[in-house]
């Protein structure tokens, strides 16, 4: 063989029972029109957009093709077909006479690179166009093109090879080859190969030497003893500092916030770990289309490496607009403009309002509103520090009370460390309330602390890791000079099973308490706990699950305890089902006596997007209410939790 291959997790819960129909649509502005929207497929439906439109091909010419892999098991086969594009665009036709033959040259790189992935270093593929080995063929070929142009491809594949003798030189000398995979008599594929030298490199980056290289991998197959002898060559370079930051592309964002925020700190030793945290920092604001963080090929003259941050700044406004239609809520429209570049150095604004239970409420009184102003600025006097405020009113109309909101808020949230962030602010609510214990105003203040620490390994679809939060809210309700305190904590964690996390098992356990008031009506009733739907138990409405009083209204209580479990299934590389069940308790003490504990349990379907899987859960109640919710279903982007 002559070659050798050496976006903020949304969701939607639906209240009761019933039919839903959910329709959205976004687009990002300039200051004066939309960019191009695409087509959205869900399932192989295009439920918005417009498809591509199909490419004419110039002197279009069909063909055939037959692949014979010869004594192939079935799992080299599929391979070699999935990375044959003869097989795969065999539908298709291809440019000119002299575009077939490019297109097999190409296979039969593709090929040969497979059989090396494979270990299957003694293969030969042949490629016959019309009767003819490519390399037989002249410079500008004719074929007969009354019938599709015969491809013949065929593959020898040859025995599979194993790692024979290894050696590692230069910078590399002394380190252990089992330590990157490669041990005498194991696997011998390129893949192996290559990641081993990459990681040689990688490690001796991660020593602080930025111009580490591989200067020399040999591969040499004996194809008497079916082994492949290794030798990997490395320089490792000098250890050196973090020098000059230097930043490209930017436009209306300020620079030097953008050197700042990354925090790559001159004169602090260079990691590789370091850089790629900068760029996934940068990218979370939302503000680039792309970010890419690099160091130079040379150190300075004073030792030093200089770091290149490289931007591509995409539109800074934006506006959505969405629907939602329940056979038993009614319709329900959305909307929000923002801007993520307010002041020049990532300042985000963002306007949002809704109202919903048209159709179903009565008169426009009874309808369900919100609106709201939010501001953030990341990187608030130090770089790890964001301020955050904002004003919301809503009028809210759950089974449980009615409620006419508004709350002011503002606070810093700083992050510790890459897994844990800490955040403290001030909060001040007005609410006009109307639930089981008569009309209400009430105005709190309030202290809202937290502390977060996020292990997973995927925030919107984990299958390692965990999740914990703690926090407390200290409130003093001005009006009926009244403290109080409430206090939650929640932790959720996956574990996987197979190399390839077929199966991820999920669970969460939340508890909550409030503290303080002599009465529980002196507790504003949108601070009291209440448990269903889709953020909790599933299967009941939402704020089902509640003490109720001796008219039958609910009261909302001071403790819950919920937990839930979930084994999330794929079916295919798209597809998954999640059987899942959820339990849950609210109580009128101060800790839940799990005295009344319901259990709802169901069935999800999970689809998979690059934006993070589209979930669509059905659940029933497992020990209803009298007159309850009988089953719930809920849709959102990303998992349950």
């Not at 979930?615 to 719930?632: E, F, H, I, M, T």
Request: glycine share 10%; proline share 5%; hydrophobic share 35%.
């Amino acid at each position: 063989m002559s070659k050798t291959l050496c976006k903020p997790k949304e969701s939607i819960a639906y209240r009761r029972a019933g039919t839903v129909v959910t329709v959205a649509a976004s687009a990002l502005l300039c200051p004066v029109f939309a960019t191009e929207a695409h087509a959205f497929k869900l399932f192989g439906i295009t439920l918005w957009g417009e498809e591509e439109q199909a490419v004419d091909v110039i002197d279009p010419v069909r063909y055939s093709v037959t692949l014979n892999a010869g004594a192939a098991d079935d799992a080299l086969k599929t391979a070699l077909e999935n990375a044959s594009h003869l097989v795969q665009d065999k539908d298709k036709p291809v440019s000119g006479e002299l575009g077939l033959v490019i297109k097999a040259r190409d296979d039969r790189d593709r090929l040969i690179a497979t059989l090396y992935e494979k270990s299957r270093y003694g293969g030969v593929v042949t490629v016959l166009v019309d009767g003819t080995d490519i390399d037989q063929l002249p410079p500008t070929p004719v074929f007969d093109q009354s019938r599709p142009i015969p491809v013949t491809v065929e593959i020898k594949p040859g025995p599979a090879f194993k790692l024979g003798d290894i050696r590692f030189e230069g910078d590399a000398l002394g380190r252990n080859p089992a330590d990157y995979g490669l041990v005498p008599g194991g696997d011998a594929s390129s893949l192996t190969i290559l990641k081993a030298g990459d990681r040689i490199v990688e490690d001796l980056k991660n020593e602080g030497r930025p111009l580490a290289r591989l200067d020399n991998r040999s591969v040499v197959a004996d194809h008497e003893t079916s082994e492949v002898d290794v030798v990997l060559t490395a320089s490792g370079g000098p250890v050196a500092p973090v020098g000059n930051v230097g930043v490209k592309g930017q436009k209306s964002v300020d620079p030097e916030f953008i050197r700042t925020y990354s925090r790559i700190n001159e004169g602090r030793p260079y990691n590789p770990e370091n850089l790629k945290k900068a760029g996934e920092r940068l990218r979370q604001l939302g503000v680039f289309s792309s970010v890419t963080v690099r160091e130079g090929d040379a150190l300075a003259p004073d030792g030093t490496i200089p770091v290149n941050i490289t931007v591509a700044e995409g539109k800074h406004r934006y506006f959505g607009v969405g629907a939602q239609y329940s056979t038993i809520d009614g319709f329900g429209l959305q909307g929000y403009w923002g801007h993520r570049n307010l002041f020049g150095r990532a300042e985000s604004l963002r306007l949002e309002a809704a109202v919903s239970r048209i159709g179903e409420a009565s008169d426009y009184q009874k309808m369900d509103y919100s609106a709201g102003i939010i501001f953030s600025k990341p990187g608030f006097i130090l770089p790890p520090a964001t301020l955050n405020a904002s004003i919301k009113a809503k009028t809210e109309h759950p089974d449980s009370y009615l409620a006419n909101t508004v709350t002011a808020a503002t606070g810093i949230s700083y992050e510790l460390s890459d897994q844990d962030t800490a955040s403290a602010g001030v909060e001040l609510s007005y609410s006009d309330t109307e639930d089981a214990f008569g009309d209400n105003e009430y105005l709190t203040f309030s202290l809202p602390l937290e502390y977060a620490r996020d292990a997973r390994d995927n925030k919107l679809d984990p299958t390692e890791g965990y999740r914990a939060t703690l926090a407390a809210k200290p409130s003093y309700e001005i009006f009926g000079s009244t403290f109080f305190s409430s206090f939650e904590g929640s932790v959720s964690g996956y574990q996987s099973l197979g190399a390839e996390d077929r199966v991820v098992f999920a669970g969460k356990a939340s508890l909550g308490t409030l503290v303080g008031a002599g009465n529980l009506e002196d507790i504003p009733a949108t601070r009291r706990f209440y448990a269903g739907g889709g953020g909790s138990v599933r299967g009941y409405a939402y704020q089902e699950i509640s003490p109720y009083d001796a008219k039958g209204d609910a009261t909302g209580g001071r403790s819950y305890a919920v937990v839930s479990a979930e084994a999330r299934v794929k079916i295919t590389d798209s597809i998954g089902l999640v059987p899942f069940v959820d339990a849950g308790t609210v109580s009128e003490k101060m800790f839940p006596d799990f005295s009344d504990v319901r259990i709802g349990a169901g069935l999800g379907i999970r689809y998979a997007t690059p934006f993070g899987p589209i979930r669509l859960d059905v659940a029933v109640p497992l020990n209803r209410y009298d007159g309850g919710s009988s089953y719930g279903i809920y849709a959102g982007i990303g998992q349950a939790f």
